[in-house]
């Protein structure tokens, strides 16, 4: 039985990816990597901001808050599973501020400005520190997974655990810095034929993102 029923929870799960038209779909995992948001920095306070602005910016990304009034911290602590669907030639950015060659295929970003006024928090340097870990975590897959992943502006003034210094990607979004931000983005195109479906899933501390291709069969 502790064999049998993980393989049936997977196996099960697997239908959460069917089409609307309910044709049979092969769903090939492209890549999957996953960080401890206990291990975000060595300093017990800044980990506790930068593991809080992380959940916050998927809080935003899945729409479970739109504004700082939404905000529940019980709720955006709690295990999480989110996932969405990137059309083929569809881009996703991290933030709103996109280079002109994305104008037209941007079609999700995580919905934040990574500020006060949208709710996240200071470690007394930067507000909504955390946010890049969370960037380079896409990065990192996305690139792993042969998609057109793009980051102009590297975070290697600044180790990020358990990501390799090359898929570091530094995240800046101010008002009225429109061309700085763009550089300061991450942009992820599906070049595949087939849409791509990202997961995000947050359980015991952990922080999973897989990339999957969805084909009909």
Known sequence: MDIIGPILFFIISQFSFATADKNPVDIALLSTQSISLENRHSNKFVNGIFKDNILLNIAYLSGKVTEKGDINWHEIKKPLTYKFTLAPKKTFAFHQDVLEKYKNSVAKTTN??????????????????????????????????????????????????????????????????????????????????????????????????????????
């Open 112 to 217: 934040a400005r990574f500020n006060f006024d949208d709710g996240f928090k200071s470690d007394g340097y930067l507000m909504g520190d955390g946010v890049c870990h969370f960037a380079s975590l896409i990065y990192w897959v996305a690139k792993n997974a042969g998609l057109d992943a793009y980051a102009t502006t590297n975070h290697d003034f600044a180790i990020i655990p358990e990501i390799d210094k090359k898929y570091g990607v530094s995240i800046y979004k101010m008002p009225g810095q429109i061309s700085l931000n763009a550089i300061q983005n991450l942009y992820v195109t599906n070049n595949k034929q087939n849409p791509s479906v990202f997961e995000f899933t947050y359980q015991n501390g952990k922080l999973k993102f897989s990339i999957f291709e969805v084909k009909k069969v």
